[in-house]
């Protein structure tokens, strides 16, 4: 049964309005801005720990995607990942867009993403839950292959269709439940009253247990319950699920990300 979920309270209190201080609060660096201790790569043709195009970039504590390819360019897309599972954790970091998008992805919005509880095999896309990271979408809550979670959505939004999807909203709003994610790769809106911001942007997802929260520039604007994994090829047994790897999304667009820190859930 899905509860109501207190958005706002928990948005107000974890309201970002500069960049995150790993010195207070108990933040600990994922990413040391200097190098990829700590994480792999994982590219389209190239598989694990492979970069010979250089799309991986590190300058001035950042990772910068697709520096050194021109715009237009076809380029192969990935993810760097986190060598460890992490659960029960608040995870924090910035990113910020460049200008330029590449095949086969151009003639689309620009794209990113940050994956969450993968426990599969490498893949592009893995079987993991995903904070979207795309233009007039971030915040999105998506669930990949056999991943389910229970939720709830605006009424009115509930018979969308891709491109369009059903929109989260808070049950103490007027949202009903739902279950997201049975097969493939399933979507959900954000609570789209949150601006992206030019420039740098605040993301950050809180998994507790098997609940999980996104939120951007400190406002809540998707959330989820009873997180769980159904296999596919062996369906009507899901298990829960509060823990995975970690993975920064490479999809076809020129972007930067920055302070990835992370701490116990409170």
Same mark, same amino acid.
């Given at each position: 049964m899905?509860?109501?979920?207190?958005?706002?309270?928990?948005a107000?209190?974890?309201?970002?309005?500069?960049?995150?201080?790993?010195?207070?609060?108990?933040?600990?660096?994922?990413?040391?801005?200097?190098d990829?201790d700590g994480?792999?790569?994982?590219l389209?043709?190239?598989?694990?720990?492979s970069?010979?195009d250089?799309i991986?970039t590190?300058?001035?504590?950042a990772?910068?995607l697709?520096?050194?390819?021109e715009?237009?360019?076809?380029?192969?897309?990935g993810?760097?990942?986190?060598?460890?599972?992490?659960?029960?954790?608040?995870?924090r970091?910035q990113y910020?867009?460049?200008?330029?998008?590449?095949?086969?992805?151009?003639?689309?919005?620009?794209d990113?993403?940050?994956y969450?509880?993968?426990?599969?095999?490498d893949?592009?896309?893995p079987?993991?839950?995903?904070?979207?990271?795309?233009?007039t979408? =971030?915040?999105?809550?998506? *669930?990949?292959?056999g991943m389910?979670?229970d939720t709830?959505? !605006? +009424? /009115?939004t509930r018979d969308?269709?891709?491109p369009?999807?059903?929109?989260f909203l808070?049950?103490d709003?007027?949202?009903?439940?739902?279950?997201?994610?049975?097969?493939?790769?399933d979507y959900?809106?954000?609570l789209?009253?949150?601006?992206?911001r030019?420039?740098?942007?605040?993301?950050?997802?809180?998994?507790?247990?098997?609940e999980?929260t996104?939120?951007?520039?400190?406002?809540v =604007?998707?959330?989820?319950? *009873?997180?769980?994994f159904?296999?596919?090829?062996?369906?009507g !047994? +899901? /298990?829960?699920l509060?823990?995975?790897?970690?993975a920064?999304?490479?999809?076809?667009?020129?972007?930067?990300?920055r302070?990835v820190e992370?701490?116990?859930?409170?």
């Amino acid at each position: 049964m899905l509860l109501s979920i207190p958005c706002l309270a928990l948005a107000s209190a974890l309201a970002l309005a500069a960049p995150p201080d790993s010195s207070d609060g108990g933040w600990t660096p994922l990413f040391n801005g200097k190098d990829l201790d700590g994480w792999y790569t994982f590219l389209q043709e190239h598989g694990r720990n492979s970069d010979p195009d250089g799309i991986i970039t590190i300058e001035d504590g950042a990772i910068h995607l697709y520096k050194n390819f021109e715009d237009k360019a076809k380029v192969v897309m990935g993810y760097i990942g986190t060598e460890q599972e992490h659960g029960d954790y608040h995870l924090r970091l910035q990113y910020k867009w460049g200008d330029k998008k590449f095949e086969p992805r151009y003639a689309l919005k620009k794209d990113a993403g940050l994956y969450y509880h993968i426990t599969g095999p490498d893949a592009v896309w893995p079987r993991s839950l995903q904070y979207q990271i795309e233009e007039t979408n =971030v915040g999105d809550l998506i *669930a990949l292959f056999g991943m389910q979670l229970d939720t709830a959505i !605006d +009424p /009115k939004t509930r018979d969308a269709k891709s491109p369009d999807y059903p929109t989260f909203l808070p049950v103490d709003r007027g949202g009903e439940p739902k279950v997201l994610g049975l097969k493939g790769i399933d979507y959900q809106h954000r609570l789209a009253e949150v601006p992206e911001r030019d420039g740098w942007n605040d993301v950050e997802i809180i998994c507790k247990g098997a609940e999980v929260t996104h939120l951007l520039n400190g406002q809540v =604007v998707n959330h989820g319950t *009873a997180v769980r994994f159904d296999d596919p090829a062996k369906p009507g !047994d +899901p /298990k829960p699920l509060t823990k995975g790897r970690i993975a920064l999304e490479i999809e076809a667009a020129e972007i930067w990300f920055r302070n990835v820190e992370i701490r116990p859930a409170r």
